[in-house]
């Protein structure tokens, strides 16, 4: 015995031009919503075992190497977008993080003890 019979299924998908037109117009929503991140221009703020070292503007085009806890390391800004280059750290989780854009985005190379963070917000405006 099949679980819903042919008759049960048409009668199942039996859409309206209306149903069609909500479900196109939520699909086109849906996949526009995506292609309209949106991009906060802020600083770079990067910091070294917890002291404070740089701060760039995002629009920079710039490579910079500096001393970690551990070694040198070095990173890119170009194009209001930033990543780490190069690092001594064992696994390079940070450099694989590859480019960060948004407001409170951050790399963190933990055995480097480095924090490159893009500043400003994230967020569009705060209720309370």
Known sequence: MP?????????????TAGDMLVVLVLIIFIIASFGFKKK?????IVEVNGKYLYRFPSTADTVISEMGYKGPFKFQIKDGKVRMLDSTCPLHLCVKEGWISRGGDMIICIPNRVKISFGGSKFDAVLK
């Open 3 to 15: 679980f819903m019979r042919e008759r049960d299924i048409r009668n199942f998908l039996n859409l």
């Open 40 to 44: 906060v221009k802020g600083d770079v």
